[in-house]
Nanobody, 116 residues
Framework: QVQLMESGGGLVQAGGSLRLSCTASRTTFSLIAMAWYRQAPGKERELVAGIISGGNIKYADAVKGRFSISRDKAGKSVYLQMNDLKPEDTAVYYC??????????WGQGTQVTVSS
């Protein structure tokens, strides 16, 4: 079973930065995509940013220009650099990895709290 280990969450003031990391273990196959989602209290989980093998990248409109997603060359780790954080970015951030379009794995989540 693939495991996704996330790190890098925490408490930061508005305007600050955080870098989230996620590494997939127990996998011998390629992951076609990796992404970050977030879920704020009382809201549905939403895509923040995703990166597909080959380099295609997608960002949610709310984070364009502030967040940057990247993967390591081995394709097992994904990072989310978050700059100019706002209180509305407060949420639990989840890493997702896709083996196929229908086989996906989730991390346990890491809390990001932005104070005003």
């Amino acid at each position: 079973q693939v495991q996704l280990m996330e790190s890098g969450g925490g408490l930061v003031q508005a305007g600050g930065s955080l870098r989230l990391s996620c590494t997939a273990s127990r996998t011998t196959f390629s992951l076609i995509a990796m992404a970050w989602y977030r879920q704020a209290p009382g809201k549905e989980r939403e895509l923040v940013a995703g990166i597909i093998s080959g380099g295609n990248i997608k960002y949610a409109d709310a984070v364009k220009g502030r967040f940057s997603i990247s993967r390591d060359k081995a394709g097992k780790s994904v990072y989310l650099q978050m700059n100019d954080l706002k209180p509305e970015d407060t949420a639990v951030y989840y890493c997702q990895a896709s083996r196929t379009s229908s086989v996906v794995y989730w991390g346990q989540g890491t809390q990001v709290t932005v104070s005003s």
